[in-house]
């Protein structure tokens, strides 16, 4: 998940105790491994979470206690204030996608007993 402006991505590891930038050159973070931050994407009126597993993209070594974070501050050069959200969030929700009718949707994705689920939301 990128961010640009970068900014952002810096005042969310702030607000994470023992973060700490890991690779400067491509925006990565470090974090306690024992203490995953929790993320969430809000629009439509719903928030969006990324689960702990999604977002802990593995320790900065074999032997560290460290593990880098998937939220990263780099632009993708798609515009600003233009987020790219990749595998660490889609691996969340369902997309629904009607070319038809020009429109996209998301519902979150549940496991049960190690299965996914199509969660169903009537509004």
Not at 55 to 80: E, H, I, M, R, W
Not at 88 to 114: A, E, H, Q, T, W
Request: charged letters at 10%; one cysteine or more.
């Amino acid at each position: 998940m990128y961010s640009p402006p970068s900014e952002a991505v810096q005042s969310f590891y702030a607000s994470v105790p023992g973060s700490s930038i890991f690779d400067s050159q491509n925006g990565f973070y470090q974090f306690p491994c024992n203490s995953v931050p929790q993320v969430a994407f809000s629009w439509g009126g719903r928030s969006w979470n990324v689960s702990a597993a999604n977002f802990n993209l593995g320790k900065t070594s074999s032997t560290s206690q460290y593990c880098v974070g998937a939220l990263a501050g780099q632009d993708p050069g798609l515009g600003s204030n233009v987020w790219l959200l990749g595998d660490s969030y889609m691996k969340n929700v369902y997309s629904i996608l009607s070319f038809d009718r020009i429109r996209s949707g998301l519902l979150p994705c549940l496991r049960v007993c190690g299965l996914h689920i199509l969660a169903c939301m009537h509004h």
